[in-house]
Nanobody
Framework: QVQLVESGGGLVRAGGPLRPPCAAS????????MGWFRQAPGKEREFVAT????????YYADSVKGRFTISRDDAKNTVYLQMNSLTPEDTAVYYC????????????????WGQGTQVTVSS
């Protein structure tokens, strides 16, 4: 099992950057594909980005492609989501998730979740 804790959310102005980390417990972090999802008020949870274990292949939702970058530091058991050019439409609770699959863009493919961190973008 792996336990996940997100941090680094907050209030940011439109156009600004934010880089929330997600820290994982356990020695097997390197064997998990990691993902970021988000849920805005009144909307369903949606996929944002994923990074595979071992090779580190990445994949992004079209809505964030070119603005967000997912990365991982296996030595620190941490995955990051670098968010640039933020807009009010990016306001949501951002969740970190882990799976043993090599790839996943559906929330149902991720059995392990953090508690989420609120990101609010003001116009």
């Amino acid at each position: 099992q792996v336990q996940l804790v997100e941090s680094g959310g907050g209030l940011v102005r439109a156009g600004g950057p934010l880089r929330p980390p997600c820290a994982a417990s356990g020695r097997t972090f390197i064997t998990y594909t990691m993902g970021w999802f988000r849920q805005a008020p009144g909307k369903e949870r949606e996929f944002v980005a994923t990074i595979s274990w071992s090779v580190g292949n990445t994949y992004y939702a079209d809505s964030v492609k070119g603005r967000f970058t997912i990365s991982r530091d296996d030595a620190k058991n941490t995955v990051y989501l670098q968010m640039n050019s933020l807009t009010p439409e990016d306001t949501a609770v951002y969740y970190c998730a882990a799976t043993r699959l090599r790839y996943g863009v559906q929330s149902s493919q991720y059995p392990y979740w953090g508690q989420g961190t609120q990101v609010t973008v003001s116009s």
